[in-house]
């Protein structure tokens, strides 16, 4: 994330709810860990942060192979909570597995027929 190197890890979901980690690392470790611990499918995507009613949404605009697909996320503070979503979001896609990292890398947006 610009010049900063960050490891994530996050648990198998849970419904749309899992455990999630995130530490900053060298850059110098992320480059490492990219180059000899990834495979070529590797997801690119540009990262912006808006504020919507209270709430930080994190909005990915994908690149390469899946140019074209943007996706937003909130942090909800408990499973339950009740949101408004904004009007720029078009579909609830939670629980759809395509649009799983780990699937966008295998099964890229541009590769989907509409």
């Given at each position: 994330m610009g010049e900063k190197g960050f490891l994530t890890m996050k648990a198998k979901r849970e419904g749309?709810?899992?455990?999630?980690?995130e530490y900053?690392?060298?850059?110098?470790?992320?480059?490492h860990m990219l180059s000899h611990y990834c495979d070529?499918?590797?997801?690119?995507?540009?990262?912006?942060?808006?504020?919507?009613?209270?709430?930080?949404w994190e909005i990915d605009a994908f690149e390469g192979d899946n140019k074209g697909l943007i996706l937003a996320e909130v942090e909800l503070e408990t499973v339950d909570q009740q949101i408004s979503l904004p009007q720029w979001v078009t579909k609830e896609v939670s629980g759809d597995p395509r649009y799983f990292n780990a699937m966008l890398a295998k099964y890229p947006f541009k590769e989907w027929t509409r």
């Open positions: 749309i709810q899992r455990d999630e980690f900053e690392i060298p850059l110098a470790d992320a480059h070529s499918s590797i997801v690119k995507k540009t990262r912006h942060y808006v504020r919507y009613q209270g709430m930080l």
